[in-house]
Structure formats: structure tokens, C-alpha cells
């Protein structure tokens, strides 16, 4: 059975098909985390927000309700049909620093209580580890996912093989590549909540990248991230799967979720939102209420927001503009933008997984510049054939061989009309970044340097002056009045 | 009787109430479109996605059903109790050039059909015209507007004062001014929908902007914006209210209005929502209805997002945060960008009408170095006292008496704890925009200049040397390894 197909690709976030044994699960998604104990919202209710899939927590189960769970199977406790993938205790172990359990054990334990994704004893390095710490934690880590694959071996249930490392780079990029060799059906990166409690968004970005650049296609799930501000980050990062305690953690504290981050009930006049929650009460109405029902109501309003951001990912994916809403949710805090500016050091990654032709290209400030349709352009613009003299303007009225953009630089005339350039909206040379002007004006020298035979006759506004000023010899700067 | 109070101010926008003879209505906010004849949604229904009055047409009244609107009311008519305001058929004066009727006629019936809010028989100029042109309609316009207050002398209703003058930023300017001495409760911005229409926003800010000069702190109406994606930037530019066709006319050409753009039904494969439409159905579904029962779905889905909008303002104005949501919601379209950048030329305006203490400051780009807090800062460090020899740091480890960040420039070390510069948010300088440097440089080196018997010694980081160039003589420049 093939059980990951990848229907659409946009950045580097895709739409997959992950099938289990109770089905299929569309990504990207959120498995919104059940407690077997208390269940707070139920497994089945979690459909009416839009989740396919859910997860609890196998060690928890296998403590307070072991036989039950061997009887019934987990399914059968949560009371559902959805594939439900099920946590190991890691996170008991990165909170508690033990559990009481081996790795074999709980393995067999989910896969005899029919868990459709198991997920290994891994142990959760936390982030600023030294060195040999986080290298001898993974080596235990990558042990006890080996023990899992044998241990699988023939079963129908999926394997999770978690990637860690803390926040060294080529360490989790290592663990990625190993857990490759191994072999699972999803690739979680784990210990990442501390990151990103403390906005360390650059520090999470590096993961997801290091991870991405050893697992090119892989189905990847990024732990413990529930809050929708990072959802569209994370998946044109290369995330696919993301899991939701946060709905319900948030909404015992009276918090409230926004894509553009987190808002306290008391904090609030007007709702932001017109989920069914939203739309039926306002804020001053829930602060009234008694605890259980107010924390209930949040906690649906923050799966509204969750999935409802999921849907926003998916369709920018169908119509390729997911860079153009990665660039807009970022701007939820500066440390998002500092975050997202690190694919700048990644752009082989993102070159490979983009797609070449979309039907627009939006410029929404200096990050449009780190699109792969940018650099692109660049380049096959050295192939186009040029007279012996090129007449090159920034002036659409004028007549010219090239036309000298902000963020494309030359587009020759022939290619106005073709994507990218030709389909992009920049907005005007006086009120567009620097680094726009900047990164058009390299382009253009770059091409004269490729072209030492030739002559250009540039024709420019004066704001590209001193963008302009080492012109190569076979250029004549000349500015329009 | 108080018709107009400012409860709340942010950026150039504000929470006003505006009391009519129908009750209180609380900006900003939108005045849905009701067609007398053919009630698609109906007034009283219109509550259920928040609004607090309505807007119909005076003329179509007068001319299908004068009679019974005359005995019933125009509230009788559209049987609701909400404030309802009445265009005056100039709507129809654009669209076919020529109305059968008279300034003081229709001014008279929606008088007599008591109307809350009267409009009397402008002459919208549209766009681009030529200037003779604009200023004899506009002498007309004047005229009627002065005959209306005449008209309505005693009367309980409101008056509004439209302002045109095409796209001449002087005439715009000088039209708002005669508004403002003939003396109306509220200013509607007219003939401004071929700009929204053809993307042309830079025009449409200049419109806004010229009138808001001349009216610093009466209620602006843009008439006639009714999509979503202009709402924040048109509140933060100090227009108080909306009046939404949009919501129908869209929704006839299964358009799908969402705070970043249109979408066409037939490209949705998901909803990017969850208001009580599209949580209860997806794109396929309402394709595949009958042509009413979708048009109705989708015009149910577009006042929600619409409104949606104005909480999401509301509450961004109550938390001082209404640029942050501005500068993310320009990002919907690089038109967009280029419209808010033109407030830079409006400084003066924005800094009169901006709160001066807030609690954040969230860097989004360079659009956050228009804020008034920055002009700020720059003006208020040059009164702090300084020792002989300033040591200046880029570098928050190494002691220093003022600090130099990104954006703001210099911080005196007793202020990094102060708003705006010490509670700012704010990329490092390795990953934020250009344009942050140069201001914050420029800002150092204006302290420097008003600080000539001072010494400066300045250690940076590499990335500010080519922006700290031309140091005055009375600073020594060192680079931090």
C-alpha cells in the first residue's frame, strides 16, 4: 500500500495523503491531543472543527487503564473511528526526567491497543544542551527507534520516528538522516516547545530546516506546536503535521488564540472572530459565565481558529501564494520575521521544493526577495540574446531591450508578460524597500558581467543612482528626469 | 443633545459614538446596503452579523413607492428599528448622468420618510477629472449642501456633508473645508469607487488624508467601501464608516470576500474560515446548490468576514495595536503597501492624533518607521542629559551610556525600560530592513550634530559601518569584533 502521496506543493509546504489503518489523513493537520482521563472535548466532536486525527497518550493509558485499553483498544476508549496516533511518555520523561517503562514495553503496548502511528521512547533533549548531552541522549534515541522497527515489523501500524538533537544543527540534522535510514512513516522533531514558549523562532526555523534539508519529501509532524501564529510558518517550512494541546491548556488560563498570536479574555472588548463561538457571544458574556463553561467555550474558539488557519494554508497551497500568507503571518511578531529570514540561508531547499510556475507574485516587503521565483529569474535571464547595443530603462514609456524592475532587476521586454516578472506587483521605486532596488541593480551588473561584449545604455529614475554607481565598463548610467 | 463622541483613538483612527434618532451607533462600523425593492437580506436580519444601521436609497424610494413611504417611514418600510441613513441618488447621477429631481426635493422626502442620516444631491466627479471640471461640480455640490442645512434647520435628523473633488488633492482639501463650515454630523468621502475598483490606492489615501487635514476630528464616511481588505487601513487613515454593497454584488458573482482579497467560488477548494457558513459547509457543497440559496450562503459569509473585521479593528484600537494590524493588512496587495507609505507625507497629521503612551511596539517592516512613536523618540532623547564623553553601543553586554538599536537609533541606557524604544520588538540588525539602520543611524548622528561640545564614541557592529560613514567630527567610530 502506498501510504504517503503528495498532492500539492507550494514554498516548501505540500498537501499529503497519509494513509492508516482507520483511514486517511489529509495534511497539513492538526491531531488535537485527547486525555484518555478527562476528556475535556471528546474524540469524536473534534470533526465538527475539521480534525481527521487525534492523539493521546499511550504511557497515561497504559498507568491508570491498562486492561481496559488491551480490551477495548484505544479507539475503543476514545470512543472513535479517526485514526489516532498515541505518545510514548517522552514528554513525561522530558517533564518528569523518568518514566517507569521501557521502550519495548510501551511499543508493544500501542501497537496491542491499535494505535495507527507509534511513537517510540525517544528522549526529549531539551534546546541549549551542550554537546555531548544532546549526541549521547540521541544515540539512546536512535537505539530505541531501531528496537521499534524490528519490533514492527509486518505490523499495519504506522512508526513515528522522532528526530532530535536540541538546537545544534548538524546534530539534528544527523538524527534526521538517521531516522531515515530506520525507516518510519512520519518524522517528528521533538523538544521544540521550549523554543517555542521563548519566541526562540530563529532557533526553531534552524531545526525545521536542518531536519527538512536530510528528510527532502518525508512526512514530517512538528511537536507540541498547537498555536495557529506558527502553523503557516511551519508548513512552508516543510511541516506537515502539528499537534494541538494548546486548545485546551490556553483556554484553562482564559486565553484566547489569534493567527497573529495569544489574547487574554480579560484583555478583550470585541472578538476577533466569527466562529460559532464567536458569533454567538462576546466577550463580556463569557467572562460572566461559571469557569467550566467559559473554558469550554475558549477551547472550542480555539479550535475553530486552528483549523480555520489549516484551511487558509491549504488553499494558498492550491493556488501557490503560500509565501505571500507565510509573509503576512510572520509579521505577528518581530522575532517571526527574524525567524523566517533564515530560509535565506536555506535557498537550495526552498529552490528544490517550490514549484516554477504560479500564476502571480505579490511583493509584500524584502522577504518576497528570498522567493526561488526571484533568483530564477536571475538566472535565466544570462540565456536571453541581447544586440550589440541593450537599451535598458527603468521607464515603461521608453522604448528599451530591458526594463529595469525592483526585485527582479532586467526583465527583457520579450518577458513582460511572462511569469515571474511579468506577473509580479512590486510597488512603485519611491516607495519600495531598499533591498528591492539593492537586489534589482546586482542583478542588472551581474548580467552586464556576463555579457562583457555588449554594450548597455541605462536609462534610470533617480533613486537607482546610487544602487548604480560601479556600473561595469560596458555600461553608460544615464538618469531620467 | 452630544451627536458625537470619541471614545478610543489609535493611529488616525478612533471608537466614536454617533447618537441618531434611531439610537447610538458605535464606529467604526458598516452601513449594510438595503435595496427597498428587493430585500435580499433584511434589515432586522442584518443585526445577527453586527450591525447597528443600515443605509437604503432615497431616490429608488421616492421614485417606486413614495406614497406608502411617506405614510409608513422609511424604518416602516425596511421594517427595522436600527438606525437607517439615505443615500439621495447621486449614486444613480454617477452611473446615468441625469436624476429627475431636485436637491431641495429629495432632501425634503427623506426628511419627511424620517431618515436618521440625510444626504443631500452631490455631484460626484469622478476620478480624473479634469480640474475645471471638479471645481464647478464641487461649487454645486456646495450649494446643495448649504440649500440641505437650510432645509433641515430644527430638524432632528443627522446631516451628512459629502466632500468631492475627483482625485485633486487641493480641491479634496478645500471641499472638506466648506464642509466643515456649512456644518453636517457626519463626512462622507464620495466618488472614490472607481479608485478602489481599478487598485488605485495611492489615490484613494491622498483622498483621505487631504480631507482628514481639513476635518481633524468629525466622522468620515467612505462611501462605498464595502470590501474587508480596506477597512484597517481606511480606519487607521480616520475614516469612522463604511457602507457595504459588496456584500451582495459579490456574492451574485459567487465572490468570496476575505481580509486579503476576493476569492472566486470556483477556486476555493477550502474555506479560510469558520463563520457559521463555511464551518458548516465547504466550496464543493455550495457549488453544487441551486444559484439563490449559494448567493444567499455567500452573502451570509461576506458581511460575517466584513464584521469580523471592524471587531478585529475595534480591538486593535482599544490595545493600541491598530498599526501593527495595519501594516499586516496592506501586505494583501503591493497597491496596498504603496497607499499606506504615503502617510509619510502626513506626519504631522498622524503625530496629532496618535496616543503617545502605548504598551508594545511590534516591528513589521518599515512601514513601523512612519509611526509616530519613532519621530518621538528622535525628538525627545535630545533633551537627556549626557556626561562629557557618550559612550555609544550596539552592544547591550558592554556598558554604555545610550544604546543604539535598529529603528529607534539612540537609547540612553535609562530608557530601556521606557516606552516606545524599550518596549519595542524589533528584529536584529542582521535580519531587519535596511531602511531600520539608516534611520536609526541618521537619528544617532542629529544628536551628535545637537550635541556639538560632546564627545561620541561609537562601537558598532560590523553591519552599521556603511550607514555611520559620515560620523560628525565630534564622534570616533570603532567596529565591534
Redesign the interface.
Known amino acids: 500500500m502506498q501510504r504517503f502521496e503528495i498532492l500539492d506543493k507550494d514554498a516548501m509546504g505540500r498537501i499529503c495523503r497519509i494513509e492508516t489503518p482507520h483511514g486517511r489523513i489529509e495534511t497539513p493537520t492538526i491531531l488535537p491531543v485527547i486525555n484518555p482521563n478527562i476528556p475535556f472535548i471528546r474524540a469524536e466532536e473534534m470533526k465538527?472543527f475539521g480534525a481527521q486525527a487525534v492523539i493521546t497518550n499511550s504511557y497515561i493509558i497504559y498507568r491508570s487503564m491498562r486492561e481496559e485499553a488491551l480490551e477495548k483498544g484505544v479507539h475503543g476508549i476514545l470512543e472513535t473511528d479517526m485514526p489516532v496516533m498515541t505518545d510514548s511518555g517522552s514528554y513525561q520523561l522530558m517533564v518528569y526526567g523518568d518514566v517507569e517503562i521501557k521502550n519495548s514495553e510501551i511499543v508493544e503496548f500501542q501497537r496491542h491497543i491499535g494505535s495507527d502511528i507509534i511513537v517510540p521512547l525517544d528522549i526529549p533533549t531539551p534546546p541549549d544542551a551542550d554537546y555531548a548531552t544532546a549526541e549521547s541522549d540521541l544515540r539512546i534515541t536512535l537505539e530505541r527507534e531501531r528496537e521499534a522497527k524490528e519490533l514492527l515489523k509486518g505490523a499495519e501500524n504506522l512508526l513515528a520516528v522522532p528526530v532530535q538533537g536540541s538546537t545544534h544543527p548538524d546534530l539534528r540534522r544527523f538524527a534526521a538522516g538517521e531516522a531515515r535510514k530506520i525507516g518510519g512513516d512520519i518524522y517528528p522533531i521533538g523538544a521544540v516547545v521550549p523554543l517555542m514558549d521563548a519566541y526562540r523562532f530563529r532557533d526553531l526555523a534552524r531545526v525545521i530546516l536542518e531536519v527538512r534539508s536530510a528528510l527532502p519529501v518525508e512526512p514530517i509532524h512538528l511537536f507540541g506546536c498547537g498555536h495557529p501564529m506558527l502553523f503557516a510558518m511551519a508548513v512552508a517550512l516543510g511541516c506537515d503535521l502539528f499537534d494541538s494541546a494548546a486548545y485546551a491548556l490556553y483556554a484553562k488560563d482564559d486565553r484566547y488564540l489569534t493567527v497573529?498570536g495569544t489574547?487574554k479574555l480579560s484583555?478583550?472588548?470585541?472578538?476577533?472572530?466569527?466562529?460559532?463561538v464567536c458569533?454567538n457571544h462576546d466577550p463580556e458574556e463569557l467572562r460572566r459565565m461559571e469557569k467550566n463553561e467559559r473554558e469550554r467555550l475558549i477551547a472550542e474558539h480555539n479550535l475553530?481558529?486552528s483549523?480555520?488557519e489549516i484551511?487558509?494554508i491549504?488553499?494558498a497551497i492550491?493556488?501557490n501564494s503560500l509565501f505571500?500568507?507565510v509573509?503576512?503571518r510572520v509579521?505577528?511578531?518581530?522575532?517571526m520575521?527574524?525567524g523566517w529570514?533564515q530560509v535565506k540561508h536555506y535557498w537550495e531547499l526552498l529552490e528544490k521544493a517550490d514549484p516554477k510556475m504560479k500564476r502571480k507574485f505579490?511583493?509584500?516587503?524584502?522577504d518576497s526577495l528570498y522567493r526561488p521565483a526571484v533568483r530564477r529569474h536571475v538566472k535565466a535571464i544570462k540565456n536571453v540574446e541581447l544586440p550589440e547595443e541593450v537599451l535598458v530603462s527603468t521607464d515603461f514609456g521608453i522604448y528599451a531591450n530591458i526594463y529595469l524592475r525592483p526585485v527582479f532587476g532586467p526583465v527583457p521586454a520579450e518577458m513582460l508578460e511572462t511569469y515571474p516578472a511579468g506577473h509580479a506587483?512590486?510597488?512603485?521605486e519611491d516607495?519600495v524597500?531598499?533591498?528591492a532596488l539593492?537586489a534589482a541593480s546586482e542583478a542588472l551588473m551581474e548580467l552586464m558581467n556576463s555579457h562583457p561584449e555588449k554594450r548597455f545604455k541605462v536609462y534610470v529614475s533617480k533613486v537607482w543612482m546610487k544602487h548604480l554607481q560601479n556600473l561595469p565598463p560596458n555600461g553608460e548610467l544615464n538618469v531620467l528626469s
Do not use: D, M, W
Open positions: 465538527k497573529y489574547k484583555e478583550l472588548n470585541y472578538f476577533p472572530c466569527k466562529c460559532p458569533s475553530y481558529v483549523f480555520q484551511e487558509t491549504k488553499q492550491k493556488e505571500e500568507l509573509e503576512k509579521r505577528a511578531h518581530p522575532n520575521l527574524a529570514r505579490l511583493y509584500t516587503g524584502i506587483e512590486i510597488p512603485e516607495v524597500e531598499e533591498e539593492k
